[in-house]
């Protein structure tokens, strides 16, 4: 199929290009490169532009005889989307508008959407199901809850198929070592421990060590990006072959703490990873732990990179080989 991947320039879009290509498929990238990099666009076909230009994009679709979308361009720092959230709801939400009218116009009804755990806001119980009620506690949460429900709308208008996709916390690199995490500023707790391994950083910060868990830090589901890519795959042949719309949620059933994290980096790494304990982050959610089994059961995914050990492992690996490359 003629894939159109917006955001394939980005850590878990990069991700599904190379999938994309070793399953015989065409992905053509539409980035902007405000948060992607020219290095990880995989694809042959690369169109640097922006969803805001309604124009373009109906070009690209008819100009490439595109026939699915899979759509991961966003901003996704849920801090930054507290500070600035026109920001998200322009970026996210209106040019999100702008893509699936333009499909509209040149007849493309198929869609894997990027959603997020941060649907759920502080989730009333653990593990989360799809069902869980969506009470998104930040406005790049509100943004992707507002998508999901316009999508139901778009699909009983106007016959647009989406199945959208709601990540825990992605993590980990290609064990290909073709792209990986790469973000300006690092956020995410896993490379900014391999960061402090690495001596690039003196120490990792631990937000908050008073939470009412095991012991007493944050609880996140990581769950390996290739993982993730894969996904994308069998929910597009999900939705081709039964032509059923969905949500599912995609995760690994199982939560590890940020202490724990620490730990699995120091012996990844071999290296002491001097930690500091500093305050709650505002919006952390104490524990967000998926249940991934609608996604098991009926797309048939079986995440393959589970242990928290690999997945760490495959960051440590990428970030030596992109220090290497200069990247
Ligand atoms: N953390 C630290 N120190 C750091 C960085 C992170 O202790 O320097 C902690 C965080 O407080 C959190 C955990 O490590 O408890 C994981 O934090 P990340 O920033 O790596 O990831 P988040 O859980 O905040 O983000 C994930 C997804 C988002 C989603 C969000 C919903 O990446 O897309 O969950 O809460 F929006």
């Not at 322009?90 to 869609?111: F, I, P, Q, S």
């Not at 391994?197 to 944050?218: L, M, Q, S, V």
């Amino acid at each position: 199929m003629n894939i159109l991947v917006t955001g394939g320039a980005g850590y878990i879009g990069s991700h599904f290009v190379k999938a994309a290509i070793g399953a015989g498929h065409r992905p053509v990238v539409l980035d902007n490169l405000s948060t992607g990099h020219r290095w990880a666009v995989l694809a042959e076909d690369f169109y640097d532009a922006d969803l805001a230009d309604g124009a373009k994009l109906k070009d690209i679709l008819s100009k490439e005889r595109i026939e699915a979308v899979v759509h991961f361009a966003a901003n996704a720092y849920v801090g930054e989307s507290i500070e600035n959230p026109t920001k998200y709801f322009n970026n996210n939400y209106v040019n999100t508008l702008k893509l699936l009218d333009a499909m509209l116009e040149c007849g493309v009804r198929t869609l894997i959407f990027s959603s997020t755990c941060a649907v759920y806001g502080i989730p009333g119980s653990i593990p989360i199901t799809e069902d869980e009620p969506k009470k998104p506690i930040n406005p790049y949460g509100l943004t992707k809850h507002f998508i999901e429900e316009t999508l139901k709308w778009y699909e009983s208008a106007y016959g647009l198929n989406c199945i959208a996709l709601r990540y825990f916390n992605a993590a980990g690199a290609d064990p290909g070592l073709d792209t990986g995490e790469m973000h300006d500023p690092e956020t995410h707790l896993i490379p900014l421990v391999l960061e402090a391994a690495a001596g690039r950083r003196e120490f990792i910060e631990i937000f908050g060590a008073d939470y009412d868990t095991p012991d007493g830090t944050c609880v996140r589901d990581y769950i390996h990006v290739s993982d993730l890519a894969v996904a994308h795959l069998l929910a597009l042949d999900y939705l081709m072959t039964a032509g059923k719309s969905g949500t599912f949620n995609l995760g690994g059933n199982r939560g590890h703490s940020v202490r724990e994290v620490i730990d699995v980096a120091r012996s990844v790494t071999s290296s002491d990873i001097p930690v500091r304990q500093g305050q709650r982050r505002p919006g952390d959610p104490p524990v967000l732990v998926s249940d991934s089994t609608h996604a098991r059961q009926t797309l048939g995914w079986e995440p393959g990179y589970e242990d928290i050990s690999v997945i760490v492992g495959h960051a440590w690996q990428w970030m030596k080989k992109a220090g290497e490359m200069g990247l």
